[in-house]
């Protein structure tokens, strides 16, 4: 099958392999094949929305380049309070004093961190550690220590405040976790900050503007 690439504007609580299965078993369905080659070029975490890029047949075998393309993010935070998963996967569980924390500082420190940074990957996450996924570690409270990785973030833009839940944007290079950027950002700011919602809006030029959900994908395929 010649394949193509489809743009998808992923819901909440779907993971990207959900929507990757959902695409192939409907593909197989309607052409009534036996098998199809379908994968995605960079996942997006359970609790985030947006931008997926599907490839199916022959066009899987360009994934690769759409995986090393940059991403946009927007979203928002909460400040004073930190998870560990970094996210609302899990509940809050250290609190800490925002009495100091005023915009100049804000916006100062997200200064900061534009440009080339070391970043390390949450405990909850695909990241393997000695073979094994890292978050089947932490769920089952077993203390992780992952590797820094060098990442680059283009811009990083507190676009909105309404104390304790600032929105940003951010530019970044692949292979960075949005989660611990913004636990980072928590720890500079002498505090502590967690991941409230997320929204990937492109992957290089692919704008989530250009996107269909799932089910809308389904009723208009015609090729």
């Excluded at 916006?107 to 080339?116: D, H, I, P, T």
Aim: hydrophobic share 35%; proline share 3%; charged share 30%.
């Amino acid at each position: 099958m010649k394949g193509e690439l489809i743009l998808i504007d992923k819901d909440i609580n779907w993971t990207s392999f959900d929507v990757v299965s959902k695409i192939r078993n409907f593909i197989k369905k309607k052409f009534n094949l036996k098998k199809i080659k379908v994968g995605h070029a960079g996942t997006l975490d359970p609790l985030a929305t947006g931008l997926l890029i599907i490839c199916y047949g022959k066009m899987t075998k360009k994934i690769d380049s759409f995986i090393g393309l940059d991403k946009s993010y927007s979203g928002k935070m909460v400040i004073g309070s930190s998870t560990p998963s970094y996210d609302l996967e899990t509940k809050p569980n250290v609190f800490y004093q925002t009495d100091h924390i005023n915009k100049k500082l804000i916006y100062e420190k997200a200064e900061e961190f534009v440009g080339e940074i070391m970043q390390k990957p949450p405990i909850f996450s695909a990241v393997k550690k000695n073979g094994v996924r890292s978050y089947k570690l932490a769920r089952k409270g077993e203390q992780v220590n992952l590797e820094k990785r060098k990442i680059t973030i283009r811009d990083f833009k507190i676009t909105e405040i309404n104390f304790p839940e600032l929105s940003f944007e951010v530019d970044c290079s692949k292979g960075t976790y949005i989660r611990s950027l913004i636990n980072d950002f928590g720890k500079a700011l002498k505090s502590g900050a967690h991941l409230t919602e997320l929204r990937r809006t492109k992957i290089g030029e692919f704008s989530v503007n250009d996107s269909l959900k799932i089910m809308d994908f389904i009723k208009t395929f015609k090729s």
